[in-house]
C-alpha cells in the first residue's frame, strides 16, 4: 500500500483545522444556509483572509463544499457528523481530543520509553481530566453524548444480526454509559430488558437517553463500580462495550472473573471492541487507538484470539464474531 509520507508527518495540521473549525461553529453555521467567506467571517469574529484560508483548507480535506456562486456548505459527512443536533454529531468529543489527548501526545517519545501513562506531565501533577469530568455535569454530558453518537450505530447493526438475543430477557450493560447498546437491542427485541451498570453520576444521562427512546420502562441503571460493588446476578446475558480495552491485563481479569461469577451456565457475554488483525499489521485506526491506551490510559487493543483466548480463562466459550460496517466487531460467547 503506498504512503504519503508528508500527509502523514503533517496530520496533527489536519487535525487542528478541523477541531478549531467545530469549535468555531462554522459547520453550524453552514448547515444553517451556504455562506460566502465574507459571512463567515462577520458570524466567527475572524478576518476575512482567515476565514478564507480555514475555509479553502476544509475544502480541500473534503469537508466543506464551494459553489459556483463563491458560497460554501457542508460536505455530507460534515453535515452528518459535526453538527449540533444530529443523530451522528461526534464534536461533544472534541473537547475531550482537544484539552485532554492533545497535550498528552506531546509526551508521546516518553510514554514509549517508560510504558506509562503521561499525565503528570502533561498536566504538572494536576489530577487528570477525565477523572475532574465526574463531577463536571456539563462535561460528563458531553463526552457521554459523544460516545452515544458513536456507539449506537454499530450497536443496531448488531442487534440485527444476532439471534442470539431473541431468547435473552435481560441483559447487563458492565459500564454501559449512556446505555446506547441496550437501548439498540431493546429497539430490535421487544422482550428484551437492560440494566446499566455504571457509577452514579451517569444515571441521569442514562435514564435520558432511554425516556427519548420510550423504553425507560425497559431501562433500568444500576449504581456501582464494576470493580468493587456486586453486579446484577443471573441475567440472561452480560455485556462489556468497549471496556476491557481500557484496562491492563490484570484490572480486566479482576472484572471478567466478577462478570463470571455473576453470570449463570448458559448466559451470553458479549465482548464488543475494536480489533487488531491476527497479524497485527494494523488496521490503523486500531493500532493508532492502541498507542493512546498506553499515552492517556492503562489497557491496549488486541485480537480478536487474544480477547478469545482471555474469555476462556473465565469459562466462556466463542460461539462467533460478529464485524460491523463500523469496524466494531463483537465476540459472542457463552458461560460454560
Known amino acids: 500500500m503506498a504512503i504519503d509520507i508528508w500527509e502523514c508527518a503533517l496530520g496533527f495540521m489536519d487535525a487542528q483545522i478541523l477541531l478549531t473549525a ?10 444553517e444556509r ?13 478576518p476575512q483572509d482567515s476565514a478564507t484560508r480555514l475555509l479553502t483548507a476544509l475544502c480541500a480535506l473534503g469537508l466543506v463544499v464551494k459553489g459556483t456562486d463563491g458560497c460554501f456548505c457542508n460536505g455530507p ?6 453538527v449540533p443536533g444530529k443523530p451522528g454529531y461526534i464534536g461533544t468529543m472534541f473537547h475531550h481530543l482537544r484539552e485532554d489527548l492533545y497535550p498528552l501526545w506531546g509526551f508521546f517519545k516518553e510514554t514509549l520509553v517508560e510504558g506509562t501513562a503521561q499525565w503528570q506531565r502533561a498536566f ?3 489530577p487528570p481530566p477525565t477523572e475532574e469530568m465526574y463531577s463536571d455535569p456539563e462535561r460528563l454530558q458531553a463526552f457521554m453524548d459523544g ?27 458492565v459500564g454501559g454509559a449512556s446505555g446506547a447498546f441496550v437501548i439498540a437491542l ?12 455504571d457509577l452514579p453520576q451517569v444515571r441521569p444521562i442514562t435514564e435520558a437517553y432511554a425516556a427519548r427512546a420510550s423504553l425507560d420502562g425497559r431501562i433500568t ?13 443471573d441475567a440472561d446475558a452480560y455485556a462489556l462495550g468497549y471496556i476491557l480495552h481500557d484496562w491492563s491485563t490484570e484490572q480486566g481479569s479482576r472484572l471478567l472473573a466478577r462478570v463470571a461469577e455473576a453470570a449463570p451456565s448458559g448466559a451470553l457475554l458479549i465482548v464488543a471492541e475494536y480489533l487488531l488483525a491476527d497479524d497485527r499489521s494494523g ?35 466463542t460461539e462467533r464474531v460478529q464485524p460491523t460496517h463500523a469496524d466494531k466487531q463483537f465476540i459472542i460467547a457463552r458461560k460454560t
Request: glycine share 6%; proline share 6%; aromatic share 10%.
Open 22 to 31: 467545530e469549535e468555531l461553529g462554522i459547520f453550524t453555521l453552514l448547515e
Open 34 to 46: 451556504p455562506q460566502t467567506a465574507e459571512a463567515l467571517a462577520r458570524a466567527t469574529g475572524l
Open 77 to 82: 459527512e460534515a453535515s452528518q457528523m459535526l
Open 124 to 126: 504538572r501533577g494536576q
Open 147 to 173: 460516545m452515544h453518537a458513536i456507539s449506537y450505530g454499530p450497536a443496531l447493526e448488531f442487534a440485527r444480526a444476532a439471534p442470539e438475543l431473541s431468547n435473552v430477557r435481560t441483559i447487563v450493560d
Open 186 to 197: 431493546a429497539q430490535v427485541f421487544p422482550g428484551l430488558r437492560g440494566v446499566v451498570v
Open 221 to 233: 441503571f444500576h449504581a456501582a463500580d464494576f470493580f468493587h460493588d456486586p453486579l446484577p446476578q
Open 283 to 317: 488496521p490503523l485506526f486500531v493500532a493508532r487507538s492502541d498507542l493512546n491506551m498506553m499515552v492517556a490510559a492503562r489497557g491496549r487493543e488486541r485480537t480478536a484470539r487474544e480477547y478469545m483466548d482471555w474469555i476462556a480463562r473465565f469459562g466462556f466459550r
